[in-house]
């Protein structure tokens, strides 16, 4: 079992693998447990010995019970020092924290997956759950977008999930090479091309502030209701567990309320300049 989720525990890495250009995955095993359990938009707190911690989405690595990937875009100090460790070095894991995905509350409901840049890393674990249990949902729509196709990570994912019943994949990059199969624009460009039935429809969103904003509007345009909306949220975060504050939007922790909100419990505060 998971033991003291507040402690910090090593785990160890048993691999690597390069993405892209700046994303990169760590398998994570962690030392004298032999299951390592989460839900799907869950995080933990990854702490590079002598540098700092950062909070990292948990990423399923197939049916493995004790290990899990951290799928990673270097973008300063700790990112960049964790990129550098190589199988066998060790990093500090506390976790798993934060609420996840609604998925219980979504079964026998039409889902519609909006994800953009590395966005998609809290929701891999939502089609995963889709692969081995299809039947709980309606029609499935999933859509993606990156800025360059060469930033598209996860093929092998994308191609399985869009080989699952009655479920679409449709990935959209801003500026695409001549070799790119997928649409050209942004995700919520991708819009366009939904035909959902807005009272049976959970909405699930990951990526970009701005994106979100853009995406729930047209939602609401379209007639998905805010409790129907859920939102996967980053802010900064130092103690992950509803302690220092670092994370807090207007009344609510992010670390410990969310990362995972319904729209209508932050619509107040979600997108306003100062809180
Ligand atoms: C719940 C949660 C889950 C996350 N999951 C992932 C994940 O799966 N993979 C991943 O690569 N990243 C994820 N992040 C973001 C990750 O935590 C930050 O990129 C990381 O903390 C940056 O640390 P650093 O020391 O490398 O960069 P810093 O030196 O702290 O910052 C470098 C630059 O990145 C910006 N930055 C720092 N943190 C964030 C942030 N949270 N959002 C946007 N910009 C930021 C800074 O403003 C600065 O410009 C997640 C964040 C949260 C809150
Ligand atoms: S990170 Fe400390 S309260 Fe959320």
Redesign the pocket.
């Known amino acids: 079992m998971n033991g003291d989720i507040n402690l910090p525990r090593e785990a160890v890495i048993t691999e690597r693998i390069q993405d892209s250009q700046d994303?990169f995955t760590m398998r994570l095993s962690v030392s004298g447990v032999d299951r390592f359990s989460f839900l799907p938009g869950q995080?933990n707190m990854l702490y590079l010995y002598g540098?700092?911690e950062?909070?990292?989405?948990i990423?399923p690595d197939g049916d493995s019970h004790n290990s899990f990937d951290?799928?990673?875009?270097?973008?300063?100090?700790?990112?960049?020092?964790?990129g550098e460790l190589q199988p066998g070095a060790r990093v500090g894991i506390r976790g798993p924290f934060?609420r996840s995905w609604p998925i219980d509350m979504a079964k026998g409901r039409d889902l519609l997956l909006v994800t953009g840049g590395?966005g998609n890393?809290?929701l891999v674990g939502v089609m995963e759950h889709l692969v081995k249990q299809r039947d709980e949902f309606g029609h499935v729509d999933l859509l993606h977008g990156v800025k360059q196709d060469a930033e598209l990570i996860w093929h092998d994912r994308y191609q399985k999930w869009a080989t699952l019943p009655n479920t679409r994949v449709l990935l959209t990059a801003d500026n695409p090479s001549p070799d790119w199969s997928g649409s050209q624009g942004t995700v919520v460009d991708l819009f366009s091309q939904l035909s959902i039935t807005p009272q049976n429809t959970t909405a699930m969103l990951c990526g970009p502030e701005v994106m979100m904003l853009a995406a729930i509007e047209r939602l609401r345009g379209m007639g998905v209701v805010d409790s129907n909306i859920w939102v996967?949220?980053?802010?900064?975060?130092q103690c992950g567990m509803g302690k220092c504050g670092h994370?807090q939007m207007g009344p609510k922790f992010?670390?410990k309320d969310?990362?995972v909100f319904c729209l209508s419990e932050i619509s107040g505060y979600f997108g306003k300049k100062g809180i």
């Open positions: 994303t995080f540098v700092g950062v909070p990292i989405s990423v951290h799928t990673i875009r270097v973008v300063g100090r700790v990112t960049n020092g964790l934060g590395l890393a809290p996967s949220l980053e802010r900064n975060m994370c992010v670390c969310g990362p």
